[in-house]
């Protein structure tokens, strides 16, 4: 992306366009990438005098420092020294006080005795002496091979980008609208996907939807790390087949709108080593500690989309209940405003069985005022807490188990003599905490497991003081009995442990 000084829009009309380039620049381009080719191995400053003199013989000095800029993000410079330049400077300065500097020769002596102290030679001392400011850094390398033709495909897409920046909100319309949305959420922008009106549509692909992102103008806060993430949105939209883009840029005040279309950019092969890259690495991160828990919740990533009127949210993941028909959604926001999260929120419940929570990341500062609005907004930072996600779904369970455990009878007889309590409620058709406080008349809970009595006594008259703790586990696992400890108890048995060498079972 290019600085904003050097955008360059005609407002013809009313309008708001980047004054893009073509094939004509080629020869510009070249004396750009020529003057970069031959200055490696010089000094910026010896550089930015060549450039200065092709801006004076362009009719464009912007146009060429626009080019400049592109290439000298790829440029590598290094400082070139004999000696540290820090280390120069503080021994030439206490040399220079002592002679005290007047005249040229004073200045030849503080050198001198600055050279003695350094054991170095005086030409040394002054080349190294300012070799670590900027206009004396030299150029090592262009990590790119531009050409002319790509300096210009990448100067468009970048003047696009900046022209962008302002943008209160941009309107799309693709032929692959699932690649861009996949982008926009992946990037973390705040967006929305709506159906647009008979009388508003135009045709792309025939699509009649368009996506609505949030431009880094309408941003509270962040306004440049998210400028950088939305300016990489446009590649992918150019990357698209047949597109359309408008969007309302704040032009120092004054709203005018932007169009793009797959007529205007193309998309260069290369990605610019210095664009951010991003990732849904929190997702990923979360996904895998959410569902290393035995919950009784199925995280399923990228559900369906949910139709909220003429809107559709596109939630990261979806919580599904095990135990029945019913399902949460979560979203992760990168960014957000407290007026974006309540907007969704408020959509989403008026439409009928649809619940959602979004995770909010703290880091924009405003975590504490969402917060105290509504109890489905989970504030993060660095990475979602499982335990957070946890306790909110609480609040649904709470209801799901109540209205499971009023349809199961007080008293349950299972006609098996020994069962578990997660297979009756497997049975059931609910979770176990929904059977946890009903009655059971026909057996003894031993754990969480449901035991006749008449099994215990077999099991009584099987199991002796003095047997081993393992040859007592393995009688009580023929039965169908895994926590052998509760069983002992019951029984009238402890365990006598003896070290690392297992234990041996002894009345109370």
Known sequence: MLRKDLLRVSRRGGGYQPEFVDEEREPLAGRVIGCYQGHVGSQRRELEAALTDIERESDDFKLVRGFAKLIDDDASWAVQSPLDPARTREVV???????????DAEREQALARAADRLDADPEAVERSLYADRDQ??????LDRRWTPAALIEQYNLSLAQTALFDAR???????????VISATKRLGLLYEIRRLPADQRRTVAGTDRELVVTGPDGL?????????????????????????LTATVDDRGTDRELELSQADLT???????????????VEREFAT?????????DLLREPDPIEAGEYVVIPDFAFDWKHGEFRV????????????VEKKLDRLAAVDDVEMLVAVDESLGVGEEIETRDHRAIPYSGQVSVKDVRNALRRYEDDLVAAAAADVPDELRPEESVVTLADLAEQFGVSEAAIEDKSF????????????PAVLDSLDDRIDEGMSFEAVERVLADAGIDDASSALDALGYRVEWEGLGGGTVRAK
């Open 329 to 340: 959604y979560f979203e992760i926001m990168g960014f957000w405003t407290p007026e974006y």
């Open 93 to 103: 300065f206490a040399a220079s006080e002592a002679v005290g500097v007047v005249t």
């Open 136 to 141: 004396r850094e030299v150029l090592t390398d």
């Open 169 to 179: 909100e941009v309107r799309v319309r693709t032929d692959d609208p699932k690649r």
């Open 289 to 297: 500690r959410f569902s290393s828990l035995d919950l009784d919740w």
């Open 220 to 244: 509270f806060k962040r306004t440049r790390r998210y400028g950088t993430a939305f300016a990489r949105l446009l590649r992918t939209v150019a990357g698209t087949a047949e597109w359309h």
């Open 441 to 452: 008349p026909d057996h003894d809970r031993i754990g969480r497991t449901l035991v006749d």
């Open 267 to 281: 998309v260069p092969d290369t990605e610019p080593v210095t664009e951010v890259t991003y990732d849904s690495g």
